[in-house]
């Protein structure tokens, strides 16, 4: 219910458990992060207030301006037996931060109804990318690397972008999207996978489209380095008409 009515989805340990085979999940996720844009943060927390959760700790991100962060505050709720961290975000899709992850690894979230995956052909075969927007120019350079060796512990293997070219198609240094059909989508109710169009996206996650570019060397070049970015396609309709309806 959350999900559907907020427009929110779960990334972190618990989508990329749900995407990957049981036999190469020995861990088990700690806990549960639950992504939002700032427009139903107070949606968010009256739901789970009514779930028994309360708001325990909220921290919001550094607003250096030399920083590329899509994290607007981080809200942790617990209900003394479990503890969901709501990680609210300041544009208007609640997947931007996801993008701006460490590793390919978990670059992925659930919705209501499907799962996504950004890099199957790496990430079902327990391959990663690094990027390298997190760990050169983020806030905690410490916990990104600390990130890193945690899914190294867990059988997770780094690979350069040159070593994948021909499996994958995919290059570091070339912009994706999430409407790319290298991307993964699967319908949870049907259990099979799913075109995405740009009209599927938005009647899923109100947004137009998002495209990112993982950080880090040039591919094939020793000096070139680019910042990581991401960019989001947005829906203006609701400030044009005066936000006087929400899609059906």
């Given at each position: 219910?959350?999900?559907?009515?907020?427009?929110?989805?779960?990334?972190?340990?618990?989508?990329?458990?749900?995407?990957?085979?049981?036999?190469?999940?020995?861990?088990?996720?700690?806990?549960?992060?639950?992504?939002?844009?700032?427009?139903?943060?107070?949606?968010v927390?009256?739901?789970?207030?009514?779930?028994?959760?309360?708001?325990?700790r909220?921290?919001?991100?550094?607003?250096?301006?030399?920083?590329?962060?899509?994290?607007?505050?981080?809200i942790?709720?617990?209900?003394?037996?479990?503890?969901?961290?709501?990680?609210?975000?300041?544009?208007?899709?609640?997947?931007?931060?996801?993008?701006?992850?460490?590793?390919?690894?978990v670059?992925?979230?659930?919705?209501s109804d499907?799962?996504?995956?950004?890099?199957?052909?790496?990430?079902?075969?327990?391959?990663?990318?690094?990027?390298?927007?997190p760990?050169?120019?983020?806030?905690?350079?410490?916990?990104?690397?600390?990130?890193?060796?945690?899914y190294?512990?867990?059988?997770?293997q780094?690979?350069?972008?040159?070593?994948?070219?021909?499996?994958?198609?995919?290059?570091?240094?070339m912009?994706?999207?999430?409407?790319d059909?290298?991307?993964?989508?699967?319908?949870?109710?049907?259990?099979?996978?799913?075109?995405?169009?740009?009209?599927?996206v938005f009647?899923?996650l109100?947004i137009?489209?998002?495209?990112?570019?993982?950080?880090?060397?040039?591919?094939?070049?020793?000096?070139?380095?680019?910042?990581?970015?991401?960019?989001?396609?947005?829906?203006?309709?609701?400030?044009?008409?005066?936000?006087?309806?929400?899609?059906?």
């Amino acid at each position: 219910m959350i999900l559907r009515s907020c427009d929110a989805v779960v990334s972190g340990s618990c989508a990329l458990h749900l995407l990957l085979p049981a036999n190469d999940t020995a861990w088990f996720p700690s806990d549960l992060d639950i992504y939002v844009s700032c427009r139903f943060m107070t949606c968010v927390t009256v739901l789970l207030e009514r779930e028994g959760y309360r708001i325990v700790r909220q921290h919001f991100a550094n607003p250096n301006p030399y920083i590329s962060s899509s994290i607007h505050s981080v809200i942790s709720f617990s209900n003394m037996h479990r503890s969901i961290d709501v990680v609210v975000s300041n544009t208007a899709a609640a997947i931007s931060p996801i993008f701006e992850f460490h590793s390919t690894a978990v670059m992925n979230f659930f919705t209501s109804d499907t799962i996504f995956c950004a890099y199957p052909t790496l990430t079902l075969h327990l391959m990663s990318m690094v990027n390298a927007e997190p760990i050169y120019f983020g806030p905690s350079e410490c916990k990104a690397m600390a990130a890193l060796q945690k899914y190294s512990g867990r059988g997770w293997q780094l690979v350069a972008c040159q070593e994948v070219h021909e499996s994958t198609g995919l290059c570091r240094s070339m912009p994706q999207s999430i409407a790319d059909c290298s991307c993964l989508w699967i319908n949870i109710a049907n259990v099979q996978c799913v075109a995405v169009t740009p009209r599927d996206v938005f009647e899923r996650l109100g947004i137009i489209n998002l495209i990112w570019l993982l950080g880090g060397y040039v591919c094939g070049a020793c000096d070139p380095f680019m910042r990581g970015q991401s960019f989001l396609v947005e829906d203006n309709s609701l400030d044009l008409l005066g936000g006087g309806f929400r899609r059906q």
